[in-house]
């Protein structure tokens, strides 16, 4: 499922912990699901160019945006989808490591030496080093 870019905004907003809920986490066998709610009242004070006129719901945040609103999530997480009746419900979803398309890091492989490999213009492909 792509996402239609012209449904995102360009301005966050900061909104604090207390003031949002996660709600429902569940998963299929290539993405994780989060639905997390904002407070009803805080949608009035969301500029209004966050919003899509045409269905009355917030439009699909960049990650900036949803982390100015105060969201914290790992990294990965992709604003995807707005529900229509409830429209402070934010669906958000993450690609399962298992489908994703390029590997995560190796976990044999800790962050000294990823680090050591680069600044010595080495690159690492299915555990083999290269030269770069």
């Known amino acids: 499922m792509d996402i239609d870019p012209a449904r995102r905004n360009k301005k966050p907003r900061l909104l604090l ?8 986490e569940y998963n299929d066998d290539k993405f ?5 709610q904002l407070p ?4 009035k004070k969301i500029p209004t160019d966050y919003f899509d006129s045409s269905k009355g719901t917030l439009k699909l945040l960049w990650e900036e945006e949803w982390r100015a609103l105060g969201i914290t999530q790992s990294l990965g997480w992709e604003h995807y989808e707005v ?5 402070h419900i934010l669906l958000f979803k993450l690609v399962l490591s298992s489908y994703a398309s390029e590997p995560l890091a190796d976990p ?19 555990g083999v080093t290269q030269d770069i």
């Not at 994780?32 to 997390?36: K, L, N, P, Q, S």
């Not at 009803?40 to 949608?43: A, R, V």
Request: aromatic share 4%.
């Open 83 to 87: 529900h229509e009746p409830e429209p």
């Open 108 to 126: 044999l492989i800790d962050a000294p030496s990823i680090i050591n490999l680069l600044f010595n213009n080495k690159l690492l492909v299915a």
């Open 17 to 24: 912990e207390s003031e949002r809920e996660k709600l429902d």
């Open 40 to 43: 009803k009242n805080m949608l």
């Open 32 to 36: 994780e699901y989060r639905h997390v």
